[in-house]
Nanobody, 125 residues
Framework: QVELVESGGDSVQAGGSLRLSCTARYTYYSRMCVGWFRQIPGKDREGVAVISTGAGTTYYADSVKGRFTISQDSAKNMVYLQMNSLNPDDTAMYYC??????????????????WGKGTLVTISS
């Protein structure tokens, strides 16, 4: 029904940038809320950013505002997370996730119904 596949995780130095990609395979792509979440082992999962694939509306966690940008290429069913000014606190497994409805707001950062397997981002100081 829904398949989410992440790519782009890597190891970079502090101050660097990375772009994560998520392929969102779903028949009704334009009716989704797709987001990025991250988790460090032993810590709670954190919602990073979400985007309504129809309207393009975006919401961000305060911890990444001004540094991360979520975007999409609707022709390719792709959602991206551009991450700039990375620091060691950004080290985590990053997951693409989705709900089968447009984003409602910041509440979508609390969690979603469908998940990818994750891609690892490591930031060294």
């Amino acid at each position: 029904q829904v398949e989410l596949v992440e790519s782009g995780g890597d190891s970079v130095q502090a101050g660097g940038s990375l772009r994560l990609s998520c392929t969102a395979r779903y028949t009704y792509y334009s009716r989704m809320c797709v987001g990025w979440f991250r988790q460090i082992p032993g810590k709670d999962r954190e919602g990073v950013a979400v985007i309504s694939t129809g309207a393009g509306t975006t919401y961000y966690a305060d911890s990444v505002k001004g540094r991360f940008t979520i975007s999409q290429d609707s022709a390719k069913n792709m959602v991206y997370l551009q991450m700039n000014s990375l620091n060691p606190d950004d080290t985590a497994m990053y997951y693409c996730a989705a709900d089968l409805a447009p984003c409602l707001g910041q509440r979508n950062l609390d969690g979603m119904d469908f998940w990818g397997k994750g891609t690892l981002v490591t930031i060294s100081s």
